[in-house]
């Protein structure tokens, strides 16, 4: 996220209009009201992982486990199927576009790619918690089309196929580019610390998901 400010920011494609941002207004409030809107995204995102990655994905991979569909095929299903339904949910979002509903559903194999290969919900969580501060609480984009109380208060100029406009960053193509960076370096990060970019035993193993 930070690359996608910097790199606007190099081209001129963001004014920084104002600091300590409360609904558009500076308010001497602002600790209160970002506080606020930290804890919320904080949560809403832990509850996104958790419905989406810890219940539905987990749920799936092991309950497409049966004839000729092996573990690993039933995680892809379940990949899949979690990621359409974490778009859909994004997809009636204010500024909502095809483009916007098409990369979160990519964020979708992102986060769930950060589950499957680690067997843990915390690289997803962590990912989705650090990605909404970012976005909207220190860089003042939109997130999912909703501004909200921000450390900086900006104005974008750039086309909005590329900056993703108001619906924020998810909606442009340096969103889908950072979003398959993500996937990337998901992928490599396992490698490195299991030595394995294999899915992880804990949701290949239908035992084990059982447990």
């Known amino acids: 996220m930070t690359a996608i400010f910097v790199f606007q920011l190099a081209l001129g494609w963001i004014t920084i209009r104002d600091v300590f941002v409360v609904g558009g207004v500076p308010q001497w409030t602002f600790p209160y009201w970002f506080l606020l809107s930290v804890s919320s995204y904080l949560v809403g995102s832990v509850i996104e992982e958790l419905l989406h990655r810890g219940f539905l994905l987990t749920n799936l991979a092991e309950g497409f486990q049966v004839g000729p569909v092996d573990a690993r095929g039933a995680v892809v299903i379940g990949i899949v199927l979690t990621s359409g339904v974490f778009a859909l949910a994004h997809a009636t979002a204010p500024n909502a576009t095809a483009i916007s509903t098409a990369s979160i559903a990519l964020a979708g194999v992102f986060l769930g790619f950060g589950y499957v290969l680690t067997g843990e919900l915390e690289l997803p969580i962590g990912v989705h918690i650090a990605w909404?501060?970012?976005?909207?609480?220190l860089y003042g984009f939109?997130?999912?089309?909703?501004?909200?109380?921000?450390?900086?208060?900006?104005?974008?100029?750039?086309?909005d196929i590329?900056?993703?406009?108001?619906?924020?960053?998810?909606?442009?193509?340096?969103?889908?580019?950072?979003?398959?960076?993500?996937?990337?370096?998901?992928?490599?990060?396992?490698r490195y610390h299991r030595r394995s970019s294999g899915i992880h035993p804990a949701v290949r193993n239908r035992n084990a998901l059982r447990r």
Request: hydrophobic residues 50%; charged residues 5%.
């Open 162 to 190: 590329v900056t993703g406009g108001a619906f924020g960053p998810e909606a442009g193509l340096l969103g889908v580019a950072a979003i398959l960076l993500g996937i990337l370096v998901t992928v490599a990060w396992a």
């Open 132 to 137: 909404n501060f970012f976005e909207g609480n």
């Open 142 to 159: 939109p997130i999912s089309g909703s501004t909200t109380t921000s450390i900086l208060a900006i104005d974008q100029h750039g086309p």
